[in-house]
């Protein structure tokens, strides 16, 4: 491959990641005829053609997949269910498409933050372990190759035999930015949508049946956990930008035009923020899936349909009989 061909490759790879894309703000250079946007799509070119000038498949790291939301009005339980798993099918999709086009195709690497900050948002170490065992069998049903792997922050070698706890004091010491600078720079105006989409999880989260405080108490602690879950998904993203200094950095959060790193959607959801580890599946009479709230779907009358007896993802009346 000469030059221009790995330019022209590598740029094939980014539209086909950028189809996908998961936008906030305007993209200034959006082409008015459709199409991806030329910045973001240039501002990831020069790794994917370091991997393609290599012939090696191109790393797409994809900081994920935590473990399920303690809201139980959001969520079916602690498992991943139908939601995770065409997240994952979605997923992929997107490394069959990248090899018709590069046949030596990518890998996306899943590094689930669960471990990272499951003590800040309320979700047990054991059942962030049971989630990941999960994430690991839906993977292995996937047709393969699907080009898909976990990292998870007990995979680092040097943490090897720690605790749980240690092992994040240990991330903590070496990459987390200090709160108050994070919090001034909040306040400055930098990453105010990621600190407000946070805010409301948390706050979400928090509001359970079975909460008897005041909402203003719970909206300061939203608040105050929101800027701990930044700092530790930031020292989560700096040690992983170490780690696999080539890759490209994906986000599940829509991030500003041309930045590092490039937001992309795992499902089509009406909610730009919904996630699978933050809502159900909901199957439709037509046979598609969206994603949302456990209660909202349960609000329109859906039922739950269970596989391999648990359930997994809810289903209209018109459609249960159907599943
Ligand atoms: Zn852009």
Same mark, same amino acid.
């Given at each position: 491959?000469?030059?221009?061909?790995?330019?022209?490759?590598?740029?094939?790879?980014?539209?086909?990641?950028? /189809? =996908?894309? /998961?936008?906030?703000?305007? =993209?200034?250079?959006?082409?008015?005829?459709?199409?991806?946007?030329?910045?973001? #799509?240039?501002?990831?070119? @020069?790794?994917?053609? #370091?991997?393609?000038?290599?012939?090696?498949?191109? $790393?797409?790291?994809?900081?994920? %997949?935590?473990?399920?939301? @303690?809201?139980?009005?959001?969520?079916?339980?602690?498992? @991943?269910?139908?939601?995770?798993?065409?997240?994952?099918? %979605?997923?992929?999709?997107?490394?069959? #498409?990248?090899?018709?086009?590069?046949?030596?195709?990518?890998?996306?690497?899943?590094?689930?933050?669960?471990?990272?900050?499951?003590?800040?948002?309320?979700?047990?170490?054991?059942?962030?372990?049971?989630?990941?065992?999960?994430?690991? =069998?839906?993977?292995?049903?996937?047709?393969?190759?699907?080009?898909?792997?976990?990292?998870?922050?007990?995979?680092?070698?040097?943490?090897?035999?720690?605790?749980?706890?240690?092992?994040?004091?240990? $991330?903590?010491?070496?990459?987390?930015?200090?709160?108050?600078?994070?919090?001034?720079?909040?306040?400055?105006?930098?990453?105010?949508? $990621?600190?407000?989409?946070?805010?409301?999880? $948390?706050?979400?989260?928090?509001?359970?049946?079975?909460?008897?405080?005041? !909402?203003?108490?719970?909206? !300061?602690?939203? #608040?105050?956990?929101?800027?701990?879950?930044?700092?530790?998904?930031?020292?989560?993203?700096?040690?992983?930008?170490?780690?696999? @200094?080539?890759?490209? !950095?994906?986000?599940?959060?829509?991030?500003?035009?041309?930045?590092?790193?490039?937001?992309? =959607?795992?499902?089509?959801?009406?909610?730009?923020?919904?996630?699978?580890?933050?809502?159900?599946?909901?199957?439709?009479?037509?046979?598609?899936?969206?994603?949302?709230?456990?209660?909202?779907?349960?609000?329109?009358?859906?039922?739950?349909?269970?596989?391999?007896?648990?359930?997994?993802?809810?289903?209209?009346?018109?459609?249960?009989?159907?599943?």
């Amino acid at each position: 491959m000469d030059d221009t061909d790995v330019r022209r490759t590598a740029q094939r790879v980014m539209e086909l990641v950028l /189809r =996908h894309q /998961r936008t906030a703000s305007a =993209h200034d250079a959006r082409p008015p005829a459709g199409g991806p946007c030329p910045a973001c #799509r240039d501002a990831h070119l @020069p790794q994917v053609e #370091r991997y393609v000038a290599a012939g090696e498949p191109v $790393l797409l790291v994809l900081p994920a %997949f935590p473990g399920k939301s @303690p809201n139980t009005a959001k969520v079916l339980g602690v498992l @991943p269910d139908t939601a995770e798993r065409l997240a994952l099918e %979605f997923l992929a999709g997107l490394t069959r #498409r990248i090899r018709e086009v590069y046949a030596p195709g990518a890998r996306i690497l899943i590094c689930s933050d669960g471990r990272v900050f499951g003590d800040v948002v309320g979700i047990p170490d054991s059942d962030i372990t049971a989630y990941q065992q999960e994430m690991r =069998h839906l993977i292995d049903a996937l047709p393969q190759p699907a080009g898909i792997d976990l990292f998870n922050l007990e995979d680092i070698p040097e943490l090897a035999g720690l605790g749980h706890d240690r092992m994040r004091e240990v $991330l903590c010491e070496q990459y987390a930015e200090p709160l108050e600078q994070l919090r001034e720079r909040v306040r400055a105006g930098e990453e105010v949508a $990621l600190y407000r989409a946070m805010t409301r999880f $948390l706050f979400e989260d928090g509001n359970t049946p079975e909460y008897t405080g005041s !909402r203003a108490a719970l909206q !300061r602690d939203a #608040r105050t956990r929101a800027y701990a879950v930044m700092q530790r998904s930031k020292a989560w993203g700096d040690l992983l930008g170490d780690r696999f @200094p080539g890759a490209v !950095r994906l986000s599940i959060h829509p991030q500003p035009c041309g930045a590092e790193k490039l937001g992309i =959607h795992l499902v089509d959801t009406p909610d730009n923020w919904l996630t699978p580890w933050h809502s159900v599946a909901l199957r439709t009479a037509g046979g598609d899936y969206v994603l949302m709230k456990r209660q909202e779907a349960e609000e329109l009358g859906a039922e739950p349909v269970l596989v391999d007896g648990r359930p997994a993802h809810y289903a209209l009346p018109a459609a249960v009989a159907a599943a």
